[in-house]
């Protein structure tokens, strides 16, 4: 621990992971972390769930209006707890231990690997598709693949947080070209006067009604194409100037998102039919296929630079989040330490690495998707509970951004009525993911709030940390303001 006279209550920030670049680059960032594999894969849940296309298409728009609506909340947090830690770090701060704890279990356990693991899968399906034509990957091929695109993107981000927050950039404006593609394309079938599909007779037309629990699980899917709105909020010690930054960034990129999301869908229903769609496993690749003739190659290439800038985005921010818990307490110290040298926390990253390549072992894209979404929402509605009993709790706090109160309102309404028929529609998926989440509260009264643990115990963590081998192999050092997990 630092002496006396050195110790602060304020936070220390471990690396500079944001260079001081202008509003542009965050708005890159925040885009670039929310555009990833969702929009590629997520179409098809949509419109399995929804049961028609114009249901679809509503989805979406309403799913980019909820995305809104929590960013509001999420901005108001991020400048009032100025935290790097997301989700976890608000609810530390308003609720406590236990509840910050339990969302951290759910996040390094479930929410990131899991995402990590259907972006990863979606890059190899879309890279293997132009070669395996007529069939599906195999299944090796695939794991194989999404595997070596994780420990190469883990080597980038532990190498350098220059070089990964440049591809980060770079492939976010590759993205957008990917989907500028599809939405052109898609405009000039639509001028040509294909267009059959959406007109609201054909587009609202139903074999069948979906129910209340089917509509939810729509919402989850498309749900999973948002998720990453909250991402500079991860980060927040690391934005220059975040008062003003944070929410610019986060008041443009949800709008954009929910645009071009929009319009790629319409692209997508103006030149295949639902038929076509929900029997492809590449959509994007379906699409150029029938369009773009021998330039459709274009497509799987810009997909799969598409989920590589996504890989790289959810890597750097979940490393983060076990940094954000360790300096809690709440994860091992081995979890905050970093490369003396180029400032990235090392362990973190390959902790979140392995968390993924075993989740890519036993999962299947759209069950992965239904399971991390529940969770994902269920800490969204959590962390936007707490804003109001933040409220209450200190209302004479400044808060130099304050919501109209019907805006978590409003948005914990619709997060109750998804999570609750979610849960009748899918009860195995997301009763296991509860499952695990609770079974943080045995760890952490073990782990955390037990404090007289043997003598022993300290004795030999304190050698671990000073002389352990890893130490030296990855040249890391720890930050001194650490408290120590008691594990």
């Known amino acids: 621990m630092l002496p006396a006279d050195r110790q602060t209550d304020k936070p220390t920030p471990i690396v500079t ?22 929009i590629f894969i997520s179409p098809k849940g949509v419109l399995e769930h929804s049961g028609s296309v114009g249901l679809a298409l509503v989805v979406w728009l309403l799913g980019g209006c909820i995305a809104a609506l929590g960013s509001l909340c999420y901005a108001e947090l991020g400048v009032t707890i ?3 830690g997301g989700d976890y770090s608000y609810v530390t701060e308003i609720f406590g231990g236990l509840m910050g ?7 390094v356990l479930i929410m990131y690997p899991t995402t990590l693991a259907v972006i990863a899968l979606t890059f190899s399906n879309y890279v293997l598709q132009p070669v395996f034509s007529n069939c599906v990957p195999p299944y090796m091929a695939t794991r194989m693949l999404s595997a070596t695109c994780l420990l190469l993107l883990t080597w980038v981000n532990c190498s350098s947080v220059r070089m990964a927050t440049r591809i980060q950039d770079i492939f976010t404006v590759g993205k957008l070209m990917a989907l500028g593609l599809i939405i052109v394309v898609g405009l000039v079938q639509i001028f040509n006067g294909h267009y059959e599909a959406l007109t609201p007779q054909v587009a609202f037309s139903l074999d069948r009604m979906p129910s209340v629990g089917q509509i939810a699980l729509a919402f989850l899917q498309a749900s999973f194409a948002f998720s990453g709105w909250n991402f500079l909020n991860y980060v927040t010690e690391e934005v220059v100037e975040p008062r003003r930054n944070l929410p610019r960034a986060i008041y443009i990129s949800i709008p954009l998102v929910t645009f071009v999301y929009t319009l790629t869908n319409i692209a997508y229903f103006s030149s295949m039919s639902p038929e076509e769609l929900l029997s492809s ?5 379906t699409f150029g296929e029938k369009l773009l003739g021998m330039f459709s190659v274009i497509m799987p290439i810009s997909v799969a630079l598409s989920t590589f800038g996504g890989i790289n985005g959810y890597l750097f921010t979940s490393s983060r989040l076990c940094f954000s818990g360790a300096r809690e307490g709440h994860l091992p110290s081995l979890l905050a330490m970093i490369h003396y040298k180029n400032c990235t926390p090392i362990p973190a990253l390959l902790v979140c690495c392995a968390a993924t390549i075993v989740i890519l072992c036993i999962g299947e894209t759209h069950n992965l998707i239904n399971y991390v979404s529940f969770i994902n929402y269920l800490s969204y509605g959590v962390t936007i509970a707490g804003l109001l009993y933040y409220r209450w709790k200190k209302p004479n706090l400044y808060r130099p951004i304050k919501v109209n109160l019907l805006v978590p309102v409003c948005y914990l309404m619709f997060w109750a009525l998804l999570l609750g028929f979610s849960l009748y529609s899918e009860p195995v998926v997301c009763g296991v993911g509860l499952v695990i989440m609770l079974t943080g509260v045995p760890v952490y009264f073990l782990g955390v709030h037990w404090k007289e643990k043997p003598k022993c115990i300290y004795n030999f963590i304190g050698k671990f940390l000073k002389n352990g081998w890893w130490k030296y192999f990855f040249c890391i050092i720890p930050c001194l303001t650490l408290l120590i997990f008691d594990f």
């Open 281 to 285: 496993n590449a959509v994007a690749v």
């Open 82 to 84: 100025p935290k790097s």
């Open 17 to 38: 992971s944001l260079p001081p670049y202008s509003l542009i680059m965050y708005l890159l960032f925040s885009s670039g972390n929310i555009i990833g594999s969702g």
């Open 101 to 107: 704890f339990l969302l951290l279990w759910s996040a």
